[in-house]
Structures are given as structure tokens and as C-alpha cells.
């Protein structure tokens, strides 16, 4: 892989703007999901906002899950909501670490709190775990 002069490589910049970006769309998606459960008519809302925001499957089907069977799994939801809003906040503070290169185990735990949300996820792990040798202090 090549240097740009100061013996730093792309893969951590990849993977923690990888891991950021699934972490802000983790983050919206909890809060889209709480939003969903406490304000149920919101959701018809959802088709004039376009296909997009409806980002990660398990939380489309979620919104649905939601509508179909009341509010009593509504609390299980908003765990579940919490959930995903926290890996979000994990995975964003993980690719910030990758990116300054501070420390490595939680630039990982960052980059596997991405991993739900599929092929983005697995290029986080994959980008930062090739790159642990440009950390600082890392002996490998």
C-alpha cells in the first residue's frame, strides 16, 4: 500500500469514515424508530421523504413491526431503538479514534458496532483491522 509521506495509509481513513458514516445513519435510524413508536402516524410521512431514509433493513422492517402490533411491543422497540442508536454513538467515537489513530481496540469495537448494517460494517472491520500497524505505540 502506498504512503503519503508520513507513514500513514488510506485503510484507517477508510475505515473510520466508514464507521462514522454508519454510526450517523445507526443514530438517525434510532431516532426515526422512537419517533415511529411514540408518534405512529408519523410513518405514512415516510414515502415523501424518498426511499433513502429508510437506510438499513432491519429498521424498515422495524417501522412496520411497530404499526402491525401496538404499543406493548412498542417497549421492547424503543430498547431496541436504544440499542441501535448507542452502536451508532460507539461506532461514530471508534472511526474518530481510527482516524486520529489513538487507539486501536476501540477504533475495532467502534468498527464491529458498524457491522448491523452489512457491507459498510464489514469494510469498517476489514479497513481497520489491516491497518493496526499505522497506530501509534502499536507493536507488531
Do not use: H, T
Not at 75 to 91: D, K, N, P, Q
Request: neutral net charge; contains cysteine.
Amino acid at each position: 500500500m502506498e504512503s503519503n509521506g508520513n507513514n500513514r495509509g488510506g485503510l484507517l481513513s477508510a475505515g473510520g469514515v466508514l464507521s462514522i458514516m454508519v454510526g450517523i445513519l445507526q443514530v438517525i435510524g434510532g431516532l426515526l424508530l422512537v419517533v415511529n413508536i411514540f408518534f405512529p402516524d408519523w410513518s405514512m410521512y415516510l414515502q415523501y421523504l424518498g426511499p433513502g431514509i429508510l437506510f438499513m433493513p432491519f429498521v424498515r422492517d422495524v417501522f412496520w413491526l411497530v404499526l402491525v402490533y401496538g404499543m406493548f411491543e412498542g417497549f421492547v422497540l424503543v430498547l431496541f431503538a436504544v440499542c441501535v442508536g448507542v452502536l451508532g454513538i460507539v461506532a461514530i467515537v471508534g472511526g474518530i479514534s481510527a482516524i486520529r489513530r489513538n487507539v486501536f481496540g476501540l477504533s475495532l469495537a467502534g468498527a464491529i458496532c458498524a457491522l448491523p448494517s452489512g457491507i459498510l460494517g464489514i469494510l469498517a472491520v476489514i479497513f481497520i483491522a489491516l491497518g493496526k500497524r499505522e497506530f501509534d505505540g502499536v507493536r507488531v
